[in-house]
């Protein structure tokens, strides 16, 4: 039984990154249930096993996104050694790795702009880790880490739509390799607005200290 379980497990798995790369490549409409078929070696009858639908496959590939996403926020919300202003850096820095080099978040991004998800956007990964990264940011602000002025909700808005800016920006120039440093350049230009001239100071002399490792994102996939 132990077995069995196994390898229904790794089918359901191996169908879900076949479709991913399906659904990144051609989106959700023009997705070929047969290539994704083909990608995973399952047959017709495992995948309807598992799935009702392209829909529900989708849907899969969404949820098992926003489980990677969890773990990236999650990991760096652990490093209470660091200040906030850090953990998020390293968080926006594995994000970045991720749509590099997770076929499941690169499909998660693309089926979320299609018209059959449209809502999805507000339950989807950008709130999974702007949550986090908001929380962040009122730890910072109570830290003093921002100028007097600064609010947390304007520093979210603006960084979310930079990042999600610059995501967008990569595809239609096919730089994706450059994104971790797009993705940093955005976060230090909001920072440099609205961060404390004393926290400015200190990190300009030293730098980051933190950034995303591979072998973390390649540990759930």
């Known amino acids: 039984m132990a077995r069995q379980q196994e390898r229904a497990r790794r089918t359901r798995a191996a169908i879900i990154g076949s479709a991913a790369i399906e659904f990144g490549k051609s989106g959700y409409a023009a ?33 098992t ?3 990677r996403y969890a ?3 999650q990991r760096w919300a652990a490093r209470t050694e660091l200040d906030p202003f850090e ?3 390293g968080m926006i820095d594995e994000l970045a790795l991720r749509f590099q080099t997770d076929v499941i978040v690169q499909a998660e991004f693309r089926l979320i702009i299609e018209p059959d998800f449209y809502q999805e956007v507000q339950t989807g990964g950008g709130k999974v880790w702007g949550q986090t990264a908001f929380a962040l940011a009122e730890r910072a602000k109570s830290e003093g880490l921002f100028r007097a002025d600064a609010d947390c909700v304007k520093f979210m808005r603006t960084l979310s739509a930079i990042l999600a800016g610059q995501r967008y920006m990569a595809d239609l120039l096919s730089e994706h390799a450059d994104l971790r440093r797009r993705f940093e350049e955005a976060y230090e230009v909001v920072l440099e607005a609205m961060a404390s001239p004393e926290w400015l100071a200190s990190w300009r002399a030293s730098g980051w200290q933190t950034q995303a490792s591979l072998d973390d994102v390649n540990s759930g996939l």
């Open 65 to 67: 996104a926003l489980e």
């Open 71 to 73: 773990e990236t926020t």
């Open 31 to 63: 997705a070929s249930l047969n290539r994704i078929l083909e990608g995973s070696h399952a047959t017709k009858g495992a995948m309807y096993f598992h799935f009702d639908s392209k829909e529900d496959l989708a849907r899969a590939v969404m949820e």
């Open 87 to 89: 953990i998020l850096h």
